[in-house]
């Protein structure tokens, strides 16, 4: 079971990006799934969450700004990030808190990392 990120890139401050995460391998169920983000020299920290049956919440900062969603057929989420600012500059990981694949449940489960660089 592997989570694969995409959509991250270059942006001026104001634009937009939409960020992918889709989940691959022989999967039956994913739980909770979100995005978080580490900006240099500072801890990683949740950007937006979103459960199995839809409800979502962000951080404070992405409020307004961030939508996530999830396309449980396809095993994906998505952030949308509009009005992008300087300080959301990051490196953008996708995360699922249980899987249910191959019989199994996997547990804390990271893609690897999209750059996202907002430019002035």
């Known amino acids: 079971v592997q989570l694969q990120a995409s959509g991250g890139g270059l942006v001026q401050a104001g634009g937009s990006l939409r960020l992918s995460c889709a989940a691959s391998?022989?999967?039956?169920?994913?739980?909770?799934m979100g995005w978080f983000r580490q900006a240099p020299g500072k801890q990683r920290e949740l950007v937006a969450g979103i459960s199995s049956s839809g409800n979502t919440n962000y951080a404070d900062s992405v409020k307004g700004r961030f939508t996530i969603s999830r396309d449980n057929a396809k095993n994906t989420i998505y952030l949308q990030m509009n009005s992008l600012k300087l300080e959301d500059t990051a490196v953008y990981y996708c995360y699922a808190d249980q899987i249910w694949a191959d019989g199994d449940i996997k547990y804390d489960i990271w893609g690897q990392g999209t750059q996202v660089t907002v430019s002035s």
């Open positions: 391998g022989s999967i039956f169920r994913i739980n909770g």
